[in-house]
């Protein structure tokens, strides 16, 4: 038997004794785009890098973990989310653990008919994409804490 | 001050020739790629923030650290302003593009011995 704990401080239960367990520390957010070619996975590749590439997170280091330890959930939204290859869109992602989900979102313009070259799709795509980093992580209870973390 | 993240962003003023907009501009698009979700998660203090920012652009003169400084929510906001960023002139108007570019960096005083990974 186990105690469950509300904890207004993250606003769900956690297990007494337990500080907390899968811990959001940052969200990145990007758009991406296919202009020509209609592909959804392209534009969601595209969105993801512009979340991953706009900033720098340097996390693992400032808690003293190793990088590998971050977990990376991406949440990609786009007109047509069975079109999306999500192993494409792993496969951006330099380390870590995680996964990718896929819903409906984005936004598709209809091209005007004039626009339309050969060989090109009838449609432009926006993408977008969330990166959401957390850390199974706790705070250690034997050590004494300092000063910037409060309980 | 450990650095928790590096912002980046990029703001321009297409016509104004007015540097600190497109400072303030690239300061936003740096600030709204991100969102630092520990503060809340770890409950942590957003006032013991330290705030770093670099603006780069081609007269740093012309730009109002201050004005730049209030576009920063939270934290102690620190504005330093380098030759950088890009000017682009459209030779037959002479209209001057201004392009900014923008480094946010937060930093707070975190220590590692107060985290732990959760055993598996």
Not at chain 1, 63 to 77: H, S, T
Not at chain 2, 48 to 75: F, S
């Given at each position: ?7 207004r401080?993250i ?8 500080q907390?367990?899968?811990t ?22 595209r ?32 007109q ?34 004039r626009?339309r ?22 705070r250690?209870t ?10 | ?16 020739e ?23 998660t ?10 770093n920012?670099t603006?780069g ?8 650290a201050?004005?730049v ?12 302003v ?14 001057v593009s201004?392009?900014?570019?923008a ?15 959760s055993?598996?």
């Amino acid at each position: 038997m186990y105690w469950l704990l509300w904890d207004r401080t993250i606003k769900q239960p956690v297990e007494r004794g337990k500080q907390m367990a899968k811990t959001r520390v940052a969200m990145e957010l990007g758009m991406g785009s296919s202009l020509r070619r209609g592909d959804y996975t392209q534009a969601a590749v595209r969105a993801l890098k512009d979340a991953l590439w706009h900033n720098s997170l340097s996390m693992a280091e400032a808690f003293g973990f190793a990088k590998e330890a971050m977990i990376v959930d991406v949440e990609i939204a786009v007109q047509h989310p069975d079109q999306v290859d999500t192993a494409t869109v792993k496969a951006v992602l330099p380390y870590g653990t995680g996964t990718v989900t896929v819903t409906h979102g984005g936004l598709d313009i209809t091209k005007p008919t004039r626009n339309r070259a050969a060989g090109t799709s009838d449609k432009t795509i926006i993408a977008h994409a969330a990166v959401l980093v957390s850390f199974d992580m706790e705070r250690q209870t034997s050590a004494p804490t300092t000063a910037g973390a409060r309980v | 001050m450990t650095r928790l993240i590096l912002e980046l962003g990029a703001g321009n003023d297409l016509y104004g020739e007015d540097y600190t907009k497109a400072a303030c501009r690239a300061v936003q698009d740096a600030l709204h790629h991100s969102s630092l979700t520990l503060f809340r998660t770890l409950n942590l203090a957003h006032g013991d923030m330290q705030v770093n920012v670099t603006i780069g652009v081609q007269h740093p003169e012309r730009v109002d650290a201050a004005v730049v400084a209030a576009e920063l929510p939270r934290g102690k906001a620190i504005v330093t302003v380098v030759h950088g960023g890009q000017n682009v002139t459209d030779p037959d108007s002479g209209s001057v593009s201004v392009i900014a570019s923008a480094a946010v960096e937060a930093c707070l005083d975190l220590n590692p011995n107060d985290w732990q990974l959760s055993p598996t």
